[in-house]
């Protein structure tokens, strides 16, 4: 056998294989079409006539279904020629910042999230191992009529500040490479994965780039699937997802596309949290709660099928999960 002895050869040798699960790069790991996240059927938490099935995007390779979305916005920052001699910056509420920082330190970019002070610890913990500088902001930065925005309107102001560093902002909200994303993406990994045969697309209402992407995607194959939005109560504390009670809708979120908005709030969400982990084995975080406890409100038939996103992983909530658990989550002597 021919001995591999130089590192020029071993590269040659050891080429992307995704059949065998090999990559040269952490980046080859994104999803799409031919690499799609799984779709695994939810058995015991919801009626037994649902049909659903969760797109498991927590096992991507930066930990959320915004893998997706910063991938896409870098990518058209790239193209335009945004990027260079800038600093990026991003209003986040931890996993479009995740995905971000990690993409941005494979190209050398520096980057900066700014982000709700309400957020667990473990996103903003995250953010600086990926080297991200982490502004973390207080409610009443913004105008009371929208009060949970005031991560965009403090990101906005560094791109408009005059301090000697250009930003640019990746501006997930108003970004149609967001919707892009899940257009080119989450919607047809859907349609492949069911054979076409769906009936209800589940997605929270957060950016609005997942639910008009992958909605419109699904639509225009199939005009009569019905594209659910969940969206919390106001005050709430399902990070990732927005009450538009208290904030406004994103400029990208297609209405036209959502048939129903099923209203979902905190104590149900994390109900049902606690019911995937423990019924399921799914480690989710609470944003599929809500998306399966909107699932089972559809009252769909035997032969429906539903598909819901289920966003990221409970990984990043442990101590949002310890605080509810209360005395339960105590060890026994």
Known sequence: MTRINT????????????????????????????????????NRVTPP??????????????????????????????????????????????????????????????????????????????????????????????????????????ARSLVASDTGTRYVMADQYENYDNVRAHYETTGPEIWRQTNGHLQYFLAGLGTGGTITGAGRFLKEQDPTIRVIGIEPQAGHRIPGLRSFKEAKPPGILDWTLIDDVIQVDDDPAYDVTERLFREEGFIVGPSTGAVVHAASQLGAGGN????????????KYMSYFAERLGDEGLPTV
């Open 7 to 42: 590192r020029a050869s071993l590269i040659k040798h050891l080429a992307n294989d995704r059949q065998l699960r090999r990559y040269g790069d952490i980046r080859d790991l994104l999803p799409g079409p031919d690499n799609p996240t799984p779709l695994v059927r939810v």
């Open 49 to 154: 006539d649902l049909q659903l099935f969760l797109k498991l995007e927590w096992l991507n390779p930066f930990g959320s279904v915004k893998d997706r979305t910063a991938a896409h916005l870098l990518a058209g920052l790239v193209e335009r020629g945004e990027l260079a001699d800038a600093q990026l910056v991003e209003a986040s509420s931890g996993n479009t910042g995740i995905a971000l920082a990690a993409l941005a330190a494979h190209m050398g970019v520096q980057l900066t999230v700014t982000i709700p002070d309400g957020v667990p610890e473990e996103k903003k913990t995250l953010l600086r191992m990926l080297g991200a500088e982490v502004w973390e902001t207080p409610d009443d930065l913004c105008p009371v009529d929208h009060p949970k925005d005031g991560a965009i309107a403090l």
């Open 304 to 315: 429906e099928v539903a598909v819901g996103i289920s966003a990221d992983s409970g990984l």
